[in-house]
């Protein structure tokens, strides 16, 4: 088996019954509420958008054959379980700090204008401005140039000060996944293909890697901004380049000012639906102590305490059921107290008693 259908078999390594389509969706990037609930709840969250390029034509084929040799077994069109058989195959992938849903929008965008970056430090030092740039986008050529013509006299010193100390804390792994795409003076730097040749592994599987790098070091860069000032600039002026973000808009009208639902729809012109699909986004990548909060702020405690007592099966919760014992209970705040139990329990399927 290859490494792309051992990955996608991993998936439903969780063992319940899902759907095969949702998947594909949610590893491709497509953001509902629902697919990334979906994510959430079987515990894949982190490859939200891994393969943004997958077609879906290959997806089927690979759950065919998955199907076909009884790693998986359909329950009904497109209902799938992992079988024992299954099981023994999957693997564990080691992605500690890839987390596609944080970084999807900006990880390729910042990655890209570091290699130009350095391109364009490592040809000053040789003080040759006859080369061919890395990125031939013009767009992208004129954001980094906008950004250097902001920066002190010593930023290029600083720059490779800073790249050398982050690779170095990166790992010796994921510092030559980095380094060896690097574009320099005279060194072209390596596809992804002839990185995987060298270290003898699929393309598929150094792609797993690399984003996991990727994530990594975007990771350091915004927990030592102080330490790596000029990477955290670039990272910085990248965001916001990408402009504003009609979710984070929502939840700071929520979270931040205190805003009803009601009030955030007014305000920003949006159906209730969108609001709450907007809210159920955001929560998804809160800490059990902030869930807490909003759970307390729309006195909601008592409701889960009784709903947790009754149905102990956090994940197989249904929005129907929740209302029968709340009929003014709407869809994200269904969402808000199942989301609650789960990462406060790690497993959510035992919880019976979170009202303390």
Known sequence: MDETKRFILSCFSHQRTVRSTTLYHFLSGKKTSSILTYGFLNGILPYFNLFPNLEQRKFED??????????????????????????????????????????????????????LLTQVVSEKRYR????????????????????????????????????????TLLGKDESYLLSSQLVGHNTPGLTKKQVAEQLTQSEFEIEIRFKNALHQLIYLINMHSETFPVFFSLYSYELKCLGNDTVQETFHLYFQKGYDYDQIARQRHLKLSTIYDHLIESIIQLNVSQLKLIIERHQLTELLGRLSSKY???????????????????????????????KDDNDGEDKTNISQ
């Open 62 to 115: 690979n759950i065919n054959f998955l199907l076909e040799n009884n790693y998986l077994v359909q329950e009904t069109i497109p209902l799938v379980t992992i079988t024992e058989k299954g099981l023994v195959e999957c693997r564990d992938f080691n992605c500690k700090y890839l987390d596609g849903l944080s970084f999807y929008k900006i990880d390729y965008q910042f990655w890209i204008q570091l290699v």
């Open 128 to 167: 040759n401005s006859k080369y061919i740039a890395s990125d031939a986008n013009m767009y992208h050529q004129h954001l980094l140039k906008q950004w250097i013509s902001v920066q002190s006299n010593d930023w290029l010193d600083r720059f490779m000060s800073e790249w050398m100390e982050l690779l």
């Open 312 to 342: 102990p099966k956090i994940r197989a919760w249904t929005f129907k059921d929740c209302q029968l014992m709340k009929a003014s209970l709407n869809y994200y705040e269904f969402r808000l107290m199942q989301f609650y139990l789960i």
